[in-house]
Structure formats: structure tokens, C-alpha cells
């Protein structure tokens, strides 16, 4: 009974959301602005609640790891929203704007997953340690398939740096090839992870209420789907309401730029990481990253070497040389320390700081 309330309360909830977004043009008070925000967390946060049990149900169902649920199927869930962006500005945004759009999406989405979603993560651990949730703060994951990941995502990082400064039209193309290549045998060698102890999912899938059991794979494949459409339709809404937020205070474009460009694109990674980690599954949880960063710099990167010219400034290189850089202070620590605790994480948010001051300065 409790999740069909849920279910109602969530539509409910999109559908206010909606209407207070039509009286934004007429009106844009904070009377209606402030609820608005808050409205659209709610909405992606049932959407993530959703997604993350059809995640859970469809590991269970076909018998995989952790590693892979997070690095494979709710990594690429959550990161195909975001990788429609470039698509879209290469065919609807002009020669030049588009292609400025677009590369900055690709370059943008590794970096704001290694250092903005990491210290959001890492700051979700302390915050549970803090309140007494957990024994220590040290985030409780698969080491072997973090590891495999971290190496897999500093290569190809690297392969982009490369790529990136060279002149060759025809050496960015064979890299664009290599990229999907790459992305195929990571993609293949994920599914091999193998479970850690206290590994456990759920037990039953939240359209159970409706279908009853046993639970049928369509089921979950359309929960999981109607989990995502939430999740977009509610940063899409928050979104919304930021712009009309930072408009109504005055906030500088630039300033406008650097919060609401984040928010959009890694909002569902971040939510379901969270929700994940709160629920003691941070193998899921942080394989919703880092299996994000792959992908990112695989699939959305061979689009940008294939149909831009991929004329990279200084701050695109400083993106590519931190997300590296961030990606192997973990790699390192987890390899000599063989633990992961989540101050290491709130590095990332250093990066991003610095990032923020680079573009000011």
C-alpha cells in the first residue's frame, strides 16, 4: 500500500511542478520559484528511487555483481541523458556554436564526474559518519573492479590528451574508432566481475504492487524506464527553476553558467549515488561514477572527434589533466592502503574549486 502512495505522490508531485513552471513567465516570484526547486528534488529523487530498486532487480534477476549493476547498467542509464546533449548541439545549434556547445559537454561530463559527483559522494559518507550511520568513514566497495575501472578511464583519458593535441583530422578519426573499440571490451569485461561478500538487493521490485509475482524482466526494464523519465523530467524542472532563481537575484551569466551547467548534466549520477551509498550498497553507488566516466570519455568523446574539429584552449586541457589527475590519487591510495576512505573523494571538490577560479581569473 505504501508504494502505491508513493507512486501517486510522485505524479502528483511532477504533475505541481509543471504547473507552477506555467506561471513562471507571468510571474516569476519566489513564492513560486523557491517550491518550484524544491519540487523538482523531489521528483528526481522518487525518480532515482525507482530507477535504483529496477537497477537492483534486474542484477538480482540475471544474477550479476554490484560491480557491474553500477558500472554497466546504471552508469549508462544514467549518463545517456547528458550524452544526448552534444547530439543534440551538433544538429540543432549553429556550425560554430554548436560545436562550442557540444565539445564542452564531452570535456565537461568526465570532469564534473571526478571531482563535483566524487565530493558530493564523499561528503554523503562523512555526513553518515557523522550522524553515527556508519562505524568509520570508509566507503565499503570492490576494490579489484574499482581498480580495473580507474586503469581503464586513466588510459583512455590519456589517449584523449594525446588526441587532443594533435593537428591530424585523420589520427582524431582513428581515435573516435578506438574509443567505441575500447568502450566494447570494457563493456565485456565488466560483466565479469565477481561478487564480494555483503553483497545483497532487494527483494522485490516496486511495480510488484500492480503485476504481482513472480516479477517478469519487462517489468522491471519498463520500472526502470519510467524511473529515468522522472529523473529527466525533475532536473529538467530544477533546472528550470535555478535559471529563473539566478535571473530574479541578478547572478552574473557566468556565475549562472558554472552552477546550472553541472546540476543539468550530473544530476542523476549524483542522486543515485547517494541513494545508494545511504542504503550501504557503495559498490553500486560508486560504480554509477566511475562506469559513467567511462563511458563519458568513450562514446560521447569518439562523437567529438568524429564530427568537430576538436579545437581544445587551455581550460578545456585543464579539464582533461584533472580528471586524470583525480582518478589516479585514487588509484594510487586504494593500491597502497587497499581502502577507500571519503575524504580522499572530497579532493574533488578542490578541483572543481580551482576550476571555478581558473575561469574567473
Known sequence: MRYIIFFIALFLTLALSWALTAFLHNSPSYLLIIPGLLLGILVILGGCE????????????????HATVGSLFAAVGTALPETMVPIIALITGGAKQGEHI??????????????????????????????????????????KALRFELLYFIAVMLLVLFASLQDSTVFRHLTAVALLAIYIVFFYYSLKHESVAGEEYTDSLHLSIFTGCPV????????????????????????GYLA???????????????????????L???????????????????????????????????????????????????????????????????????????????????????YILRVFL
Open 244 to 266: 529563473a532563481f539566478s535571473v530574479k537575484t541578478g547572478v552574473s551569466p557566468i556565475v549562472l553558467s558554472l552552477l546550472i551547467t553541472p546540476v543539468a548534466t550530473e
Open 268 to 354: 542523476p549520477e549524483k542522486f543515485n549515488s547517494i541513494t545508494w551509498t545511504i542504503k550501504g550498497k557503495d559498490t553500486i553507488g560508486l560504480g554509477n561514477i566511475t562506469g559513467a566516466m567511462v563511458f563519458q570519455s568513450t562514446i560521447p568523446m569518439s562523437i567529438g572527434f568524429m564530427f568537430t574539429e576538436w579545437q581544445l584552449k587551455a581550460l578545456e586541457i585543464y579539464n582533461i589533466v584533472s580528471t586524470i589527475l583525480m582518478a589516479a590519487l585514487i588509484l594510487g591510495y586504494i593500491h597502497l592502503r587497499k581502502r577507500l576512505p571519503g575524504w580522499l573523494l572530497l579532493l574533488g571538490g578542490l578541483f572543481y574549486l580551482f
Open 216 to 239: 517478469k524482466l519487462r517489468w522491471i526494464i519498463l520500472q526502470i524506464l519510467v524511473g529515468l523519465s522522472f529523473i529527466v523530467s525533475g532536473a529538467h524542472l530544477f533546472v
Open 50 to 65: 525507482f530507477f535504483a530498486n529496477g537497477v537492483e532487480c534486474a542484477g538480482k534477476r540475471l544474477n550479476l555483481s
Open 102 to 143: 557540444a565539445v564542452g559537454a564531452i570535456i565537461g561530463a568526465p570532469f564534473m564526474l571526478s571531482t563535483l559527483a566524487l565530493f558530493l559522494l564523499g561528503t554523503t559518507v562523512f555526513s553518515l559518519y557523522l550522524f553515527r550511520k556508519r562505524d568509520e568513514p570508509l566507503l565499503k566497495v570492490n576494490l
